[in-house]
């Protein structure tokens, strides 16, 4: 069965400091992975998918087969940056059918 | 990507009444989706919509608690029905993105229901 881990249910940070949102996931086919993002007030959005490799207001993230992850990084945290993320799953064989993990606050301070 | 309109955006409704949750979206999809957020917990997959066939529910989930309707390529209702405390949740209407495959989806602001 598929399943996605995100460890930290809240994380803190001070502006500047290097960030890392963890995600692991467990399925035995090629998935395609998202993070999306809440910001307060606001509606889920797409963040990053693995299958375009960019970066997207700072952050990136690779998938890593081996040790199935798909941590989200950004070397220099903004206040703007605070918001829920959520890592997610896409079997890829059924369509729209996204495996959520349960997400991580992300808090950065000034 | 699309837009979504997703309405009410919270409703507070008393145990035994149902709920309609309307999603608009400003093209034409050929599937939309249904999610539900209970409170501290991640987004769960109800039913995916396609229209002009019955609804696919995930396990767990059934028509006559859920039933959904998917009248036109740009319009889908989720109703909540015989409402409980428990249903108390978000609930979200999603769309894919665009293509290709994993582009991603857009979702609608969701509503936030608390059953009293």
């Known amino acids: 069965a598929q399943r996605v881990t995100q460890p930290e249910k809240l994380l803190s940070v001070f502006k500047g400091a290097p960030v890392e949102l963890k995600c692991n996931y467990s399925?035995?086919?090629?998935?395609?992975l998202f993070w999306y993002v809440q910001y307060s007030r606001q509606r889920l959005q797409l963040l990053l998918r693995h299958i375009s490799r960019e970066s997207i207001k700072g952050f990136t993230a690779d998938l890593n087969k081996g040790e199935t992850s798909f941590h989200l990084k950004k070397p220099f945290a903004q206040e703007e940056d605070s918001a829920m993320y959520y890592c997610?799953?896409?079997?890829?064989?059924?369509?729209?059918?996204?495996?959520f993990g349960r997400g991580t606050q992300l808090t950065v301070w000034p | 990507s699309a837009v979504i309109s997703q309405k009410p955006s919270r409703d507070i409704c008393q145990r035994g009444t149902s709920l309609t949750i309307q999603c608009q979206v400003d093209?034409?999809?050929?599937?939309m989706f249904w999610y539900r957020q209970q409170p501290g917990q991640s987004l769960t997959l109800i039913a995916t919509a396609n229209q002009g066939s019955e609804a696919t529910y995930e396990s767990g989930f059934v028509i006559d608690k859920f039933p959904i309707s998917r009248p036109n390529l740009t319009f889908s209702t989720l109703t909540v029905s015989n409402m409980s405390p428990e249903d108390s949740s978000i609930y979200l209407c999603?769309?894919?993105?665009?293509?290709?495959?994993?582009?991603?989806?857009?979702f609608g602001s969701g509503t936030r229901l608390t059953v009293v």
């Open positions: 093209s034409q999809v050929t599937m």
């Open positions: 999603s769309v894919e993105g665009g293509q290709p495959r994993g582009y991603g989806y857009t």
């Open positions: 399925y035995s086919g090629s998935p395609e």
């Open positions: 997610a799953l896409d079997r890829g064989s059924t369509l729209g059918r996204l495996y």
